[in-house]
């Protein structure tokens, strides 16, 4: 059982940046942020295996967003800049054995962290 936390959300205007973290009890092969917004579907943000040369991202966020981890440290972070109000969502992280970009293919969740962009 790997337990994730998140933490990082808060309120930004567009334009800025934030940047999320997750701490992971245990160590998985796979990472990933998701995000859902209000009456919408939790939809795939960023995922990467150990390695930083494995980085994959959903269209709506390649070239603002980075995800990177340290894996001596069991943390996952996401970097967002030049955040759009569209990017107002809860944020989620993930932790499995396979590196996907579905939801379906995470074991492990975290409570979420809230980010709101005004505009």
């Known amino acids: 059982q790997v337990q994730l936390v998140e933490s990082g959300g808060g309120l930004v205007q567009a334009g800025g940046s934030l940047r999320l973290s997750c701490v992971a009890s245990?160590?998985?092969?796979?990472m990933a942020w998701f995000r859902q917004a209000p009456g919408k579907e939790r939809e795939f943000v960023a995922v990467?295996?150990?390695?930083?040369?494995?980085?994959y991202y959903a269209g709506s966020v390649k070239g603002r967003f980075t995800i990177s981890r340290d894996n001596g440290k069991n943390t996952l972070y996401l970097q967002m800049n030049s955040l759009k109000p569209e990017d107002t969502a809860v944020y989620y992280c993930a932790a499995g054995d396979v590196m996907v970009p579905t939801a379906t293919g995470f074991t492990y969740w975290g409570q979420g962290t809230q980010v709101t962009v005004s505009s």
């Open positions: 245990g160590s998985t092969y796979a």
């Open positions: 990467m295996g150990r390695s930083a040369d494995s980085p």
